[in-house]
């Protein structure tokens, strides 16, 4: 095991965009769903550097096996607009990629566009559903 882990220099690191020595200090402490709450929140830490740092390959090869880095992949292609590939994700089965598609369908006014993804790729999600058929908000 690592010896201390020193958040001060880790947080430095990150403040002068010096991903590759931020990302090994948290990395070397993260521990995903630790019962330390310091090495959980360093985990989720490490996924949002590996974005700062444009490692989405990297994010995305941990989001096969790492909820984290798949919550944080699907949030990023949100917030970027990148619905084709949240279609991708969504139709291989992943929720978080489908609520996430519905809501920049939405976002963008596209609230039948939403409605039909929802019955193309899980017609049986009832989150899902709800979520397509919220009232778009006036404005």
Known sequence: MEGRFDQASAEA???RGD???AI???AGFSECYSHDHYRHNAHL???ELLVKAGLLHELAERAKA???ARRRLDRLLYEEGRDSELRQRARRGDKTALYFLVRLL???GEQTAAQQAVVDI???DT???ELAHQPLADG
Do not use: L, N
């Open 66 to 68: 790492d909820v984290h």
């Open 45 to 47: 830490w490490h996924m």
């Open 24 to 26: 090994a200090m948290v």
């Open 122 to 124: 899980d017609p049986a």
């Open 13 to 15: 690191a990150e403040a």
């Open 127 to 129: 989150y899902a559903i």
């Open 19 to 21: 991903w590759a020595m």
């Open 106 to 108: 939405r976002a963008r």
